[in-house]
């Protein structure tokens, strides 16, 4: 595609409720990452594949967040038993391989998490 | 920490003035970038500098790089109501993670 494509854009989950977050990174780059952005502050690394591979998931906060890219395109963002803390904008991105501009890193337009 | 601290927090400016933000980090690094956030937006790239350059340019915006003081700046000149945002630096070291500060928060007033 165009761009990396998140969804859904917004999401209001009652506190315990489950939630997913796709993304679907620019066709041919094979890296992606997980950013969790709270109002005011910057993105917090949470995880990053290499296609398919999770190669850090030192920055997922509980055991709540589970990632997933079973084929190295689309990944999936999963919290379980949201809470009020998990309120905020998840950023997706994608960065295509070393060599071939894999400096840049470019970013979707977030999916804004409400927990109520 | 990997990530870069961006300097001032908040600055506010009139059109048409130049804006100057600042960034510092604590690792030594492959190269350092510049993105910036619009209100309710993903962020865009907008300048990379590697450890070996000193100075780059990109239309309007100056970035400088000192590796002995671990730090860098950007200037943005002849600032338009456009670019009003908010501006990361993310210091790179050989992984392959970008980690972030909070940012400066820029205010352009027409």
């Known amino acids: 595609g165009a761009g990396v494509s998140q969804s859904p854009r917004y999401k209001v989950a009652k506190r315990g409720q489950d939630v997913a977050l796709r993304c679907d990174p620019i066709?041919?780059?094979?890296?992606l990452f997980w950013y969790q952005q709270a109002l005011g502050q910057g993105p917090e690394f949470l995880t990053y594949?290499?296609?398919?591979?999770?190669?850090?998931k030192s920055g997922l906060p509980s055991d709540r967040f589970f990632a997933e890219r079973p084929e190295g395109s689309v990944s999936t963002l999963k919290i379980q038993r949201t809470q009020q803390e998990d309120s905020a904008v998840y950023l997706c991105?994608?960065?295509?391989?070393?060599?071939?501009?894999?400096?840049?890193?470019?970013f979707g337009e977030g999916s804004w998490l409400t927990v109520v | 920490s990997q990530q870069g601290e961006e300097d001032p927090q908040a600055l506010s400016i009139q059109e048409g003035e130049n804006a100057t933000m600042n960034c510092s980090y604590k690792?030594?690094?492959?190269?350092l970038q510049w993105y910036r956030q619009n209100s309710g937006r993903g962020l865009v790239h907008l300048i990379l500098?590697?450890?070996?350059?000193r100075e780059k340019h990109s239309g309007r915006l100056r970035v400088t790089l000192d590796t002995s003081k671990k730090s860098s700046s950007l200037l943005i000149t002849a600032s338009r109501a456009a670019d009003t945002a908010s501006y990361f630096c993310?210091?790179?070291?050989?992984?392959?993670?970008?980690?972030f500060g909070t940012g400066t928060r820029l205010t352009v007033i027409p």
């Open positions: 991105a994608s960065s295509p391989p070393a060599g071939g501009g894999g400096n840049t890193i470019y």
């Open positions: 066709s041919g780059h094979v890296s």
């Open positions: 594949f290499q296609n398919e591979a999770q190669l850090d």
């Open positions: 690792t030594s690094i492959n190269n």
């Open positions: 500098i590697r450890s070996n350059e």
């Open positions: 993310a210091p790179r070291t050989g992984a392959n993670n970008l980690f």
